[in-house]
């Protein structure tokens, strides 16, 4: 889904607000993210997941065509962690493949 359809959805389930109201408000909280992630928060949405930035050094890379090697600078990289109320409309209950494979065995009586 790209931001467009997000912006339609979220207008037809609110008949009550204009669809230009819903881009503004879909903007707003896009924008805020943003904002503190650039300032190094955390942003936390409840049941949906964590929006952190993480540091990557500074490092000397090599540029594929060439060989040649190439100074990189630090960067900075967002990264997103799903909730767990996501995890487990992602992952329904009854799923025993996944707790076998992450190593947990169920118990069985």
Known sequence: MIKS????RLA?????????????????ILDTIVDALAREDRVELRGFGAFSVKKRGARI???PRTGET??????AIPVFKTGKEMRMRLN??????????????????
Do not use: C, F
Request: net charge neutral; no cysteine.
């Open 92 to 109: 329904p209950k009854g799923s025993d493949a996944a707790a076998t494979s992450r190593g947990k065995a169920t118990a069985r009586g």
């Open 61 to 63: 890379g090599r540029n």
């Open 12 to 28: 037809e389930q609110n008949p009550h607000l204009y669809q230009r109201d819903v881009e503004n408000i879909v903007n707003a």
């Open 70 to 75: 190439v100074d990189v600078a630090e960067k």
């Open 5 to 8: 359809e997000l912006v339609l």
